[in-house]
């Protein structure tokens, strides 16, 4: 089955060809994000327009790359929430039209699910699958969430932030630092080469028996440290180690808690880690050091799947269908079944 996939929750338009919920055989992003790197953040209104003018090339180009007709395409799998209203609009108004048009089903997927799969993405003609049951750290610009799931449509959510995202942590401290929008990848290319234990910050939650997650301490310490550092803070050396020191706060918190969840659950075959804050190499080698070795350790095969994107929306598409033998409708959310049971 070929599903056609359509992101457009933020700021990126994305349109992807993915064959049986893994293969990818087209997955195409237009970003808006240099043109809100000054601002610190995106402008909904701004993204929105851009997403109108170029919704259709980038789907007219998914299908091209893929070498797939209209005919070839068995159904179309739509981010319907949580975004930007504006930018939601575009790619939901684009899929209602062209499934009408094109007279096949529309999948409504929650961006969430989208990056849940994108684990299981890959390019490869033949590569491994993962196996359930899986925990899932997923960490975007929008939310902090650690999951466990039994199958695609079935999980329970074990704990989630409690104020900031850590993309949002790492955005945010980027903002102080005096660096652009997004703020991760700029953080973590400053953090290169800087002492990690040169500023000691807080261990968030510490003890408290939760899963939760919260990053606004870090960020309220990484202001104070900058202010009482005053001048010296503007030497390279102290800031890549301040950057280094704060990256590997908000690092360790998201690795102690994935530590904790291990414990708890039993017979979990494999650890995933998705959504933007994957792309994260200090992250990805701390799991590595960490976590216990007979668990699998996997994050999307590519960089380009841990950001958003269309293909991770193609994906869950066809995995809702294929385990809930439904197409869903945009009447009722279709998403993961989950209830919330932090502390037990
Ligand atoms: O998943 P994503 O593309 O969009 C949302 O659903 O939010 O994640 C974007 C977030 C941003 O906060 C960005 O700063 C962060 O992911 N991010 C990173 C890195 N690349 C992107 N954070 C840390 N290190 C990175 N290399
Ligand atoms: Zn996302």
């Known amino acids: 089955m070929r599903v056609l996939g359509i992101e457009t929750s933020c700021d990126e338009t994305s349109a992807a060809v993915v064959r049986d919920g893994r293969f990818v055989e087209s997955c195409v992003i237009a970003s808006s994000k240099s043109d809100f790197g000054a601002m610190g953040g995106v402008i909904p209104e701004e993204a929105a327009r851009k997403q109108l003018e170029s919704m259709l090339p980038v789907i007219k180009l998914a299908l091209e790359k893929a070498k797939a007709k209209e005919a070839d395409i068995d159904c179309i799998a739509v981010t319907y929430g949580p975004g930007l209203l504006g930018s939601l609009l575009v790619g939901t108004s684009a899929a209602r039209v062209l499934s009408s048009v094109w007279n096949i089903p529309l999948i409504p997927v929650h961006h969430t699910l989208g990056h849940l799969s994108s684990t299981w993405l890959t390019d490869e003609k033949e590569a491994d699958e993962p196996t359930f049951p899986v925990i899932t750290l997923s960490v975007s ?7 466990y799931r039994e199958s695609h449509t079935k999980g329970r959510l074990l704990g989630s932030t409690r104020d900031d995202a850590a993309g949002e942590a790492f955005d945010k401290g980027a903002v102080l630092l005096g660096l652009g929008y997004p703020g991760g990848p700029a953080l973590s290319a400053l953090a290169d080469g800087g002492d990690e234990a040169a500023y000691p910050f807080p261990r968030p939650l510490h003890a408290d028996g939760s899963l939760d997650f919260s990053f606004s301490g870090l960020k309220t310490s990484l202001k104070y440290l900058l202010r009482d ?82 293909a991770m929306i193609a994906s869950a598409g066809f995995f809702l269908c294929s385990e809930k033998k439904t197409f869903g409708t945009f009447a009722t959310s279709a998403t993961l079944e989950h209830t919330k049971v932090v502390g037990d």
Not at 284 to 307: D, F, G
């Open 229 to 310: 550092l005053g001048d010296a803070s503007k030497d390279e050396m102290i800031r890549r180690n301040i950057a280094a020191s704060y990256q590997y706060a908000i690092c360790r918190h998201l690795s102690d808690r994935i530590g904790d969840a291990l414990h708890r659950m039993e017979n979990i075959n494999e650890v995933h880690v998705v959504g933007g804050v994957a792309a994260n190499k200090r992250l990805r080698s701390l799991l590595t050091e960490t976590l216990p070795k007979n668990v699998a350790l996997r994050w999307p095969s590519k960089i380009v799947y841990c950001t958003d994107n269309a």
């Open 141 to 147: 610009g929008g939310h902090s969430d650690v999951w």
